[in-house]
Structure formats: structure tokens, C-alpha cells
């Protein structure tokens, strides 16, 4: 079946460092691809999307390109923040009337 | 006030016990979602809902029913709780009408703890 594997954590990064977070798909045809982010002790929100090979989703400084030929949508941020400490899970659905598959979730912490 | 509730936020039974998760919404979406969330686990799909008279199992659907009493109400129920039950369960819900993908909006999550 459908599926997403991340990057198993927890990742600890120094504030400002570089972020990537991997994330591969198995899929049996082209899903869209989602990141959600879960802040402590919140419910997920989405943090980008991309909906078709080569789009890049983006928002408050993240960023992740839509890899067809390597079924990979990793995260990635250039400087990051405390504040961006939590749990990010990649996810998929191949079809509007089919729910979100997710990863198992990354835990980031960022130190000071 | 918050698009998404939960009702309790966290509730400690016993083995045995029944008990019942409630999730209303004031978004006005059609889809509604229960998921499990357990540590390296990440989320499991309990059951989900694409309209008032459609309930579908998902995952892990053994040891839980539901009942979608409107379009804003999803109740998570279980029968006879057991301590591998306890978890963070979390609400969602999405719209069918919304685009080309089905970006879905949780509720804050209740923290069950079965002994």
C-alpha cells in the first residue's frame, strides 16, 4: 500500500543551523504531498503542500521540492529558530476522497 | 473559539470501562477523522467520515466504533477500554470542496490514559 518514511529523530540543531528532514514515498500512482508540523502540546497544522512533480511548497521559511524520479519531498530550512521546535510529519493522499497517509513524525529541538 | 474541539481534553479509566471522545467543528467541513497518536508511531487512521450517512474504517479500527450524529459532531467511542488504548487521539476534518487536495484541520487532541 501507500506509504511515507521519514527520518527517524530526534534531531537537535543549534539555533541558525541548516534543517533537512528526509521524507520518501511509495505510492501507486502521483499523490500530493503535505508537511504538517505539531507545536507541543497542539493538534497538527499544515505547513506546506505540493500537488505535482517539480512544485516546491514554502512557508515561514521552510521549504520542499516534489522529487518524482527520487519519490522524495524533504524539508528543508536555512536557519532555523527555538521556536521551530516540534514534530514534523510528512504525508500523502493519492486522491481527494482518499484520507492522509503519514510518516511516523520527526522530532526537532532547537538549542540556543 | 477554536474551529476544531475536543471534549475531554484528558480523561484517565480503567480497564473495562466505556468511554466516549467527542469532536465538534465549526468549519463547516463535510470529512471528519479520528486518529491515534503514539510515540514512534507517528498517526494511525481509527475511522473517517466523508459525510453524515458515510463511516469507513481505517487502520486500526478494532476495539473502537463511531457515530457522526451531524455534520460538526464525531464521537470516537470505546467499548471496553484497554491499556494499550491510551494515547493522544485527535480529530480532524477536511472539505470536499476545498481543491485538489484534501488539507485536513485537527483539533488540539485528547491525552487518554487507560489502567
Known amino acids: 500500500g501507500d506509504s511515507v518514511t521519514q527520518m527517524e529523530g530526534p534531531v537537535t540543531l543549534s539555533e541558525e543551523a541548516f534543517l533537512t528532514i528526509n521524507c520518501t514515498y511509495t505510492?501507486?500512482?502521483?499523490?500530493?504531498l503535505f508537511w504538517y508540523v505539531q507545536y507541543p502540546g497542539e493538534g497538527l497544522q499544515l505547513l506546506l503542500k505540493?500537488?505535482?512533480?517539480?512544485d516546491k511548497g514554502s512557508n515561514k521559511g521552510f521549504e520542499a521540492t516534489y522529487r518524482k524520479e527520487t519519490t522524495s519531498f524533504h524539508l528543508e530550512k536555512g536557519s532555523v529558530q527555538v521556536s521551530d521546535s516540534a514534530v514534523y510529519f510528512c504525508?500523502?493522499?493519492?486522491?481527494?476522497?482518499?484520507?492522509?497517509?503519514f510518516g511516523k513524525g520527526t522530532r526537532l529541538s532547537v538549542i540556543a | 473559539d477554536a474551529d476544531v474541539t475536543q471534549t475531554p481534553r484528558n480523561r484517565i479509566t480503567k480497564t473495562g470501562k466505556r468511554i466516549m471522545l467527542e469532536c465538534s467543528q465549526t468549519?463547516?467541513?463535510?470529512?471528519m477523522y479520528w486518529y491515534r497518536q503514539d510515540p514512534g508511531l507517528g498517526l494511525r487512521l481509527i475511522y473517517y467520515?466523508?459525510?453524515?450517512?458515510?463511516?469507513n474504517k481505517g487502520e486500526i479500527s478494532d476495539g473502537y466504533s463511531v457515530s457522526r450524529q451531524a455534520q460538526a459532531k464525531f464521537s470516537l467511542s470505546l467499548e471496553s477500554a484497554i491499556p494499550n488504548q491510551t494515547a493522544l487521539y485527535f480529530c480532524?476534518?477536511?472539505?470536499?470542496?476545498?481543491?485538489?487536495?484534501?488539507?485536513?484541520?485537527f483539533g488540539p487532541g485528547t491525552r487518554l490514559t487507560v489502567l
Open positions: 505510492a501507486t500512482g502521483y499523490p500530493s
Open positions: 467520515s466523508f459525510d453524515v450517512k458515510d463511516i
Open positions: 505540493a500537488t505535482k512533480a517539480d
Open positions: 468549519k463547516g467541513h463535510d470529512r
Open positions: 480532524a476534518t477536511s472539505d470536499s470542496l476545498a481543491g485538489e487536495y484534501n488539507e485536513q484541520f
Open positions: 504525508a500523502l493522499t493519492l486522491m481527494r476522497n482518499t484520507p492522509l497517509v
